[in-house]
């Protein structure tokens, strides 16, 4: 479905439209055209982070206002950003990078809005997932995305163990202090299966590291790991 219109042609007393917009991971010269002109065209921007978003919108000269939606107050913000599209507001979210509602605060607003019977228009663009995906050197035909492990460390290597039989490609997000013990885990439970390691992607200091997962380990212990961590890993080829 293609869309153009926003709200500052609406006419008056319709409905607005949410947008979902993907913005850049990293460089910002992959945000779309698309991207832009709905960022600039649309009444208000929801934003995980309104100080990363402001970056983006410095750099293309935007200027359309900004409210902060993150993560805790998703189920007090939601239905006043509703309300402002109800009222004919055309409403684009977004993330601090990459996609909204991929690890990121954006399926509790999506599912309201559908509910309510608002249109929800997806405006694609970047992601780690396929980021890393593409380059991994590991099939890409059927994948499974699993986002961040449990914290904790039984229920973590419990679905580690139930993740390791799927024949699938499997994807995950890390933090980078969490990185090592995730690695060893791996190594313990998958023992040297393929897998990659995408730090930074896209950005000045990005890192993709290829190999059997004790070589990963080997490559990332003792070290001080900065950044966004995605993580594939090979399927089961039992």
């Avoid at 402001?54 to 805790?72: A, G, V």
């Amino acid at each position: 479905m293609t869309r153009s219109r926003t709200s500052r042609d609406e006419p008056a007393g319709s409905t607005g439209t949410l947008y979902i917009v993907s913005t850049p991971i990293g460089n910002l010269e992959d945000v779309t055209m698309r991207a832009l002109r709905v960022l600039g065209e649309c009444s208000l921007i929801a934003a995980e982070d309104t100080r990363r978003t402001r970056k983006l919108l410095s750099r293309y000269d935007l200027h359309t206002p900004l409210t902060s939606y993150y993560q805790q107050q998703q189920f007090h913000k939601a239905p006043r950003i509703l309300d402002r599209i109800r009222e004919g507001a055309d409403v684009a979210l977004v993330t601090d990078a990459g996609t909204p509602g991929i690890s990121d605060p954006g399926a509790i607003l999506v599912g309201m809005a559908v509910e309510a019977g608002i249109d929800v228009v997806p405006v694609p663009g970047p992601s780690a997932v396929i980021t890393l995906l593409s380059v991994s050197g590991l099939p890409t035909d059927r994948f499974v995305f699993e986002g961040f492990l449990p914290v904790k460390s039984g229920r973590k290597k419990r679905r580690v163990e139930e993740l390791a039989v799927d024949p699938r490609t499997t994807i995950l997000y890390e933090s980078p202090h969490r990185l090592v013990k995730t690695l060893a885990l791996l190594v313990e439970v998958c023992g040297d299966r393929r897998a990659a390691v995408g730090r930074e992607l896209t950005k000045v200091h990005e890192e993709v590291r290829r190999g059997p997962l004790p070589e990963l380990l080997e490559h990332f212990e003792g070290k001080k790991v900065l950044g966004e961590v995605t993580i594939v890993i090979a399927g089961f080829d039992g």
